[in-house]
C-alpha cells in the first residue's frame, strides 16, 4: 500500500536504513561482481522485509547491467549462454518450489550446500570453469535468486578462478538477464506489485551512488584477486540465508 509516491508506513529513519545498506550491497557488487543480494538479502529479512525478493531484485538488474556494460569486453559470452540456461530453468523451478514445497527446508539445503562448497575450495579443491559446471551453478542461482534474492552464491563457486574483469563483467550479463526472469517469475505468481517497485525505485540513488563508488575503488584494486572476498561472500551469503530463514520462522 502506498500513498501518493511515497510508500504508507515508510518511514525516514527505515528509509536511510535501507538506502545506507542497498548503497553499501552496490559497492560490493561493483568491485567483486556480485555481493550485492549477499549483502542486502539477510540484512532485509530482518529489518526490512518489504524488500525480499521483489525490490531487491529489481535493484539488482539494472545494476548487474551496469556492471556488465562497464566492462563489456570482457564478458564471456559462451558462459553467460549456459548460465543463463541453468538460471531460467532453476527459476522455473523455483516457480513450482514456492506453491508446492516448503522454503525454509530449501533454504537451509541451498546454505548448506554453499558452505560446504567454501570448505572444499578453501581446501584445494578447484572447480573447472566448464559448460557443466557453469549450467549447475546457474540453476542453483536461479532456485536460490527467485526464492531468497540471494542467487550470487553459486557462482562465486564456480567462477573464483576467472581474472577480474571477466569475472565482474560475465556476472552482470548473467544477473541482469537472470534477475529479469525471476522478476517475471514472480509477478507471475503474485509476489511482484506495483508498490514493490515503487520501493526499488526510490532506493535506486542510492544504488547509483554505491557503484559510482566501486568504480574508483576497482581502479585501486586492480590486478588484486577477488577469490578471497568471493569466498568470503558467498560464506556471508549461505549464513545470511540462514538467517534470513530463521527471521521468517
Same mark, same amino acid.
Given at each position: ?96 518450489? $514456492?506453491? +508446492?514445497?516448503? %522454503? ?10 554453499? @558452505? =560446504? /562448497? &567454501?570448505? !572444499? ?82 532506493? $535506486?540513488? +542510492?544504488?547509483? %551512488? ?10 585501486? @584494486? =586492480? /590486478? &588484486?584477486? !577477488? ?23
Amino acid at each position: 500500500m502506498e500513498t501518493g509516491w511515497w510508500p504508507q508506513g515508510l518511514g525516514l529513519w527505515s528509509y536511510l536504513g535501507m538506502g545506507g545498506m542497498v548503497m553499501a550491497g552496490a559497492c560490493l557488487q561493483g568491485v567483486g561482481g556480485l555481493g550485492f543480494a549477499m549483502f542486502c538479502a539477510p540484512l532485509a529479512a530482518l529489518w526490512f522485509p518489504e524488500l525480499v525478493p521483489g525490490p531487491l531484485l529489481a535493484l539488482g538488474c539494472p545494476l548487474a547491467l551496469m556492471t556488465a556494460l562497464r566492462e563489456r569486453e570482457a564478458i564471456e559470452w559462451h558462459t553467460t549462454g549456459f548460465a543463463l540456461l541453468g538460471r531460467v530453468l532453476g527459476t522455473a523451478l523455483a516457480m513450482a518450489c $514456492l506453491v +508446492w514445497l516448503s %522454503v525454509s527446508t530449501l533454504s537451509f539445503l541451498f546454505a548448506a550446500l554453499i @558452505l =560446504a /562448497g &567454501v570448505t !572444499l575450495s578453501l581446501g584445494g579443491w578447484r572447480v573447472a570453469h566448464n559448460a557443466r559446471n557453469t549450467t549447475i551453478a546457474g540453476l542453483a542461482s536461479g532456485l536460490m535468486g527467485t526464492i531468497t534474492s540471494a542467487g550470487a552464491p553459486p557462482f562465486a563457486i564456480a567462477m573464483q578462478h576467472l581474472p577480474p574483469d571477466r569475472l565482474r563483467a560475465t556476472i552482470g550479463a548473467i544477473f541482469f538477464i537472470g534477475a529479469a526472469v525471476s522478476l517475471v517469475a514472480l509477478a507471475m505468481v503474485g509476489r511482484m506489485s506495483a508498490a514493490h517497485l515503487l520501493l526499488g525505485a526510490l532506493l $535506486l540513488p +542510492w544504488m547509483l %551512488v554505491g557503484f559510482t563508488i566501486s568504480s574508483r575503488l576497482r581502479r585501486r @584494486l =586492480a /590486478g &588484486v584477486s !577477488l577469490r578471497p572476498l568471493l569466498l568470503t561472500l558467498a560464506s556471508l551469503g549461505a549464513l545470511g540465508v540462514l538467517v534470513q530463514t530463521l527471521a521468517r520462522s
